[in-house]
DNA sequence: ATGCCTAATACGATTAGA
């Protein structure tokens, strides 16, 4: 099985690009962040004409996360446990389109889009830390219930979290959003829940995002900030790992690549995604 | 060339992204 995460950055300016890509690397379960627009906007006829099956969540024109599969899409959720909302200044906290989990084949999968933070002190910038802290939270109980359950939280984390997937000079250490101290704390806290990030052993270098601005892509000034982190179940699952930079180049390209896994289900000896799951369905 | 931002919306100037 071969599933993927990709901040598409709009799912209708990039439509063609993210069939094509699906169609050309024969990925099964796509989980999209950025979409940017409500379920009733997604361009679903594509998609569905390609042989993809849909789950979407967006709220607006901002964020928005979805999956597109080949496969059986089960037990849609939005939001996790915990999840906090955003408050404007002066306004009450809203929750925004930032978390969907599925359930394929018994895997539980979650499309995740960490808010950005924008500005160290930024009201942002606590949201993030925030919204980490209740994802480390909410993950560590669920896996707390199953300790034997593939679970893989896919996305954009808006962290990077080593000193080397930090290639752009414009974002200063000590005075930068991506990779103060908090947000890498938040990060590995994640970590130390007990998930792995299943990529890096494969692709051990390498960047996911380059800005649009000031030439980042041709100078290779990029950071690595998309990740898909799985539990011990899922990872023992895991055979191959690739960064796809090529989806970078060529025309109208998303400011990140595709994120990807190989699965060998054979290899999984645990007891899946438990059918008697009794959370609801949107928190 | 991989090339000096891009997308959605109130369709112009603003908000947001990282």
Same mark, same amino acid.
């Given at each position: 099985?071969?599933?993927?995460?990709?901040?598409?950055?709009?799912?209708?300016?990039?439509?063609?690009?993210?069939?094509?890509?699906?169609?050309?690397?024969?990925?099964?379960?796509?989980?999209?962040?950025?979409?940017?627009?409500?379920?009733?906007?997604?361009?679903?006829?594509?998609? *569905? #004409?390609? &042989?993809?099956?849909?789950?979407?969540?967006? @709220? /607006?024109?901002?964020?928005?996360?979805?999956? +597109?599969? !080949?496969?059986?899409?089960?037990?849609?959720?939005?939001?996790?446990?915990?999840?906090?909302?955003?408050?404007?200044?002066?306004?009450?906290?809203?929750?925004?389109?930032?978390?969907?989990?599925?359930?394929?084949?018994?895997?539980?999968?979650?499309?995740?889009?960490?808010?950005?933070? *924008? #500005?160290? &002190?930024?009201?942002?910038?606590?949201?993030? @830390? /925030?919204?980490?802290?209740?994802?480390?939270? +909410?993950? !560590?109980?669920?896996?707390?219930?199953?300790?034997?359950?593939?679970?893989?939280?896919?996305?954009?984390?808006?962290?990077?979290?080593?000193?080397?997937?930090?290639?752009?000079?414009?974002?200063?250490?000590?005075?930068?959003?991506?990779?103060?101290?908090?947000?890498?704390?938040?990060?590995? #806290?994640?970590?130390?829940?007990?998930?792995?990030?299943?990529?890096?052993?494969?692709?051990?270098?390498?960047?996911?995002?380059?800005?649009?601005?000031?030439?980042?892509?041709?100078?290779?000034?990029?950071?690595?900030?998309?990740?898909?982190?799985?539990?011990?179940?899922?990872?023992?699952?895991?055979?191959?790992?690739?960064?796809?930079?090529?989806?970078?180049?060529?025309?109208?390209?998303?400011?990140?690549?595709?994120?990807?896994?190989?699965?060998?289900?054979?290899?999984?000896?645990?007891?899946?995604?438990?059918?008697?799951?009794?959370?609801?369905?949107?928190?």
């Amino acid at each position: 099985m071969r599933i993927a995460t990709w901040n598409v950055n709009s799912v209708r300016a990039r439509t063609a690009r993210v069939v094509d890509w699906l169609k050309r690397t024969g990925t099964d379960v796509l989980a999209m962040q950025e979409i940017k627009c409500r379920p009733e906007q997604f361009p679903s006829e594509p998609f *569905r #004409a390609a &042989g993809y099956e849909l789950a979407v969540h967006g @709220l /607006d024109q901002w964020n928005g996360v979805a999956f +597109a599969s !080949r496969l059986p899409l089960e037990d849609q959720r939005i939001g996790f446990e915990g999840m906090p909302g955003y408050a404007k200044p002066g306004g009450e906290p809203r929750p925004e389109a930032r978390a969907l989990g599925v359930v394929v084949e018994g895997i539980e999968l979650w499309s995740l889009y960490v808010p950005n933070g *924008r #500005a160290l &002190g930024d009201p942002h910038f606590a949201y993030k @830390l /925030d919204w980490l802290a209740a994802l480390d939270a +909410a993950t !560590r109980h669920r896996l707390a219930q199953q300790p034997g359950l593939p679970l893989a939280l896919m996305g954009d984390w808006n962290v990077a979290p080593r000193e080397e997937d930090m290639g752009d000079p414009s974002f200063v250490p000590g005075a930068s959003t991506h990779v103060s101290p908090q947000e890498r704390a938040a990060f590995q #806290a994640i970590l130390d829940g007990g998930l792995v990030d299943v990529v890096r052993p494969y692709a051990p270098t390498g960047y996911t995002f380059w800005d649009y601005k000031n030439l980042r892509f041709p100078r290779n000034e990029g950071m690595r900030i998309d990740f898909i982190l799985g539990s011990q179940a899922f990872a023992e699952q895991v055979v191959d790992g690739r960064i796809d930079r090529a989806e970078r180049k060529g025309d109208a390209p998303s400011d990140h690549v595709p994120v990807l896994v190989d699965l060998d289900p054979e290899l999984g000896g645990a007891e899946g995604y438990d059918e008697d799951d009794d959370r609801p369905m949107i928190f």
